[in-house]
């Protein structure tokens, strides 16, 4: 019988997003080092429970024009923040409301995820999406587009945008985590992500109220970060890793798809025809 692992999917923060010149893929893949848990482990040397998990950290394209070269010229600055785009100044003043979906990072997440499970001996009862800031935002709506997948996420210094128009309502996201394990972590005092913006604040009551889910406020002392703007809630994993990983090694889904990868094939190939429609859209 074959050994099967858990799996941890990592989304980054939004640092990304300036990466737009020079060797791209390298300074992306810095950035993933420093933020991965099991990248930044593995980097330091530590041995313990996160060897024991399958790990997977895509890169966000930084904008646009990194999807697709017949990309509009108009769009081709947007950024991108995982699965929404919009313009750099207006993400800085959380200001959603020239915000879009992005069906494509939708895709080629799902189908990366799909590849991972069809190749490798994941355990389908414990796979988690774990991610910070931006990736915070993206482990929720990733959960949000594959509800049956995630035994657990974990959003930290997190938010949730409502984009109208654009199957994107932190109604509907709670809803749709039923069944899903939500562990978010924030720090009181955060000076970016602050837990009074309505896109942090309404997704937290929401949680509360329908879910019986309570955010894990990190101290100040770990989340201060190199900028003291106490973002850093990410830092609670690498102040005490080994905890971390088996209080998550010990959640299971107790209910999976009967067969996963043709759950992961079937949305797949729902997105196929979402971002269809979405690389029209422009030209309308």
Known sequence: CQKLFPLIVYLHSAASSDICKGDVVGRQLELVLREAPQAFLAEQGHQGPADGFIGLAPCCPPNMAAIAEETPKALKRRKL???KSCET???AAWNFSGAARCAEVELLTSELLLHVCRELPVDTTRI???GASAGGYAVLRLAELLPEVPAAIVPMAGYYPDIPGHDHDVTML???LRGVQVWPMHCESDRLCRPELPHVKRLYELLREHRAVEVEWVPE???RGSHSNFHSAHQRIFSNPDAFFRSLGQISR???AQDL???LQQRVDD???VAAAARIQPWL
């Open 81 to 83: 923040f995982w699965f």
């Open 89 to 91: 100044f207006a993400y």
């Open 128 to 130: 988690f999406f774990v």
């Open 174 to 176: 709670v809803e749709r």
């Open 221 to 223: 002392a770990i989340a």
């Open 254 to 256: 107790p209910k999976v």
């Open 261 to 263: 990868v043709c759950y």
């Open 271 to 273: 997105l196929h025809v």
